[in-house]
């Protein structure tokens, strides 16, 4: 009877190709990232910043310069358990991280004096 042969030969076909893809795929993935990443990412992306929070914006000074946002500019803050987001555009961020933050004080009244910081600062003057 041919059908056990024939079921036989296409689970080794699909273990081979399962097999080569396991290998190849993320040597393909690795080399494309390699390859796409360094194109597409803005130079400040990873480095160190330090921010400055005032009642006239935010201040950022890092290793390439240095450059300010007015509250206006910030649309929305978001954070996670991680992170705090200041969005600027709605795929772009300035990004505190909890972990790195020197300052004293606690992270929950950071959040809740930007976010005042921001209502007060960024209303639109007609």
């Known amino acids: 009877?041919?059908?056990?042969?024939?079921?036989?030969?296409?689970?080794?076909?699909?273990?081979?190709?399962?097999?080569?893809l396991y290998f190849l795929y993320p040597w393909r993935l690795r080399r494309y990232y390699k390859k796409t990443l360094p194109e597409t990412m803005s130079p400040y992306f990873g480095i160190e910043v330090v921010f400055s929070f005032s009642?006239?914006?935010?201040?950022?000074?890092?290793?390439?310069?240095s450059s300010n946002y007015v509250w206006s500019?910030?649309?929305?803050?978001?954070?996670?358990?991680?992170?705090?987001?200041?969005?600027?555009?709605?795929?772009?961020?300035?990004?505190?991280?909890?972990?790195?933050l020197t300052s004293s004080v606690p992270v929950d009244e950071l959040y809740g004096a930007l976010i005042q910081l921001k209502n007060q600062n960024s209303q639109v003057i007609s």
Do not use: C, M
């Open 1 to 20: 009877h041919a059908e056990p042969s024939r079921w036989i030969l296409s689970v080794s076909i699909a273990l081979i190709y399962g097999v080569i």
């Open 55 to 65: 009642d006239a914006g935010i201040d950022l000074t890092y290793s390439l310069g």
């Open 73 to 100: 500019a910030i649309l929305r803050l978001e954070q996670t358990e991680e992170h705090i987001y200041l969005f600027t555009a709605n795929a772009k961020a300035l990004i505190l991280s909890k972990k790195r």
